[in-house]
């Protein structure tokens, strides 16, 4: 069974793809599906930090959760963490990811970003969807700042080319994902994060949609919350990610694959349901 990492971000900066490739071997990881970069690298968050947030966005004062979130974005659009200030692309550079997967294509695959703020749309998936291994589009609306209505065209071009479109959901307007799913009913959405800040409230709708799924990638999320997802929405929606190069590091400095693949294998699931998360349903979302 090939274990497929649904997201991931290439951003050489921190990590790059001669260091990638290594320790993709050691940990067996068989294929990676890159986002372009979005952002000047972050410091790593305090887990305590990421622990309180998680909890609150789980919890019947998530709305509060929102405004701790508000407090992170500048008038700009930019990041602001720890009294320093990190850049949010408008336009992430899909030319980079492309020429990754060209280079490596039994490795790599790569979502298209697209920003329908910055009228980064249609045009720009169209330059990309032809490279073979670019497998979807990924949208930010909460770092990009726009209403999901805005991706509505963008939701039906996926629909009519049998794209999926992986999403990190925001509050409000900018988390209504049922807008693109009703504008666009045969499209396949996966929420990045397992549907951060969302969670819990979300799970039911995708346990009883097959069109949806979500990944379980990034620090954001932690063992316990991964446990309770795959309860909530069965093994069947759910993918194997990392968020790397963000979040996880071993002792030597190097982004640890093994942390989050830890949470999988450790699932008190079927052997058959933990590759299905790893790898197998990656694949049946990938066979258009
Ligand atoms: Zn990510």
Known sequence: MTVIDVHAHYEPRMLDVPTMLAQLDERGIGRVALI???????????????AV?????RSPCHPLAQVVAETTITRDGDLR??????AI???????????V??????????????????????DELERWRGVPGMIGVKLHPHWHGWPLTDAIPIAQRCEELGLPILIHLGFGARGDWRVLADAAPRLRLIFAHAGIPHYDRLWGAIRDDRRLALDVSSPYLDEALVRDAVAAVGPERVLYGTDAPYGFHGADGQYDYGAI???????????????????????ALLDR
């Open 101 to 122: 997967v060209r280079a490596h294509p039994d490795r790599f695959l790569g979502w298209i970003f697209l920003n329908p703020r910055a009228a980064v749309g249609l």
């Open 81 to 86: 963490l720890g009294g320093a200030t990190y």
């Open 53 to 57: 947030v998680r909890r609150l966005m």
């Open 89 to 99: 692309y408008p336009r992430p550079d899909n030319a980079s990811v492309a020429a």
């Open 36 to 50: 372009p970069c979005m952002n000047d690298p972050l410091p790593e968050t305090p887990r305590r930090l990421l």
């Open 261 to 283: 693949r830890g949470w999988v294998q450790r699932l008190r699931a079927p052997a058959r349901d933990i590759d299905r998360i790893l790898g197998g349903n990656a694949l």
